[in-house]
Nanobody, 114 residues
Framework: QVQLVESGGGLVQPGGSLRLSCAAS????????MAWYRQAPGKQRELVAS???????NYADSVKGRFTISRDNAKNTVYLQMNSLKPEDTAVYFC????????WGQGTQVTVSS
């Protein structure tokens, strides 16, 4: 069993920044190909960013240039640095393995509002 715990969300004004963390624990050999997702009220969960074992990254067009995904393999942790936040970034953010996802964590709420 693998547990995913997301943290770092909160209320921030437009233009502000947040850094999300995702800690994985349990029977993990390695994190592998990881990703951040988000789900806004009334919408489907969408892929925000991904990072493979080698550190190569990909981003949704909506966050490209504003968000940065990174990882610390020694800590089994993935991060999402979010800058220049917009109200449309408001959502619950989740992390998970990109291929063959584990059970989903609780997510962390990000609210961008003035």
């Amino acid at each position: 069993q693998v547990q995913l715990v997301e943290s770092g969300g909160g209320l921030v004004q437009p233009g502000g920044s947040l850094r999300l963390s995702c800690a994985a624990s349990g029977m993990i050999f390695s994190l592998g190909y990881m990703a951040w997702y988000r789900q806004a009220p009334g919408k489907q969960r969408e892929l925000v960013a991904s990072i493979n074992s080698s550190g190569s990254t990909n981003y949704a067009d909506s966050v490209k240039g504003r968000f940065t995904i990174s990882r610390d393999n020694a800590k089994n942790t993935v991060y999402l640095q979010m800058n220049s936040l917009k109200p449309e970034d408001t959502a619950v953010y989740f992390c998970n393995r990109y291929i063959r996802p584990w059970n989903w964590g609780q997510g962390t709420q990000v609210t961008v509002s003035s």
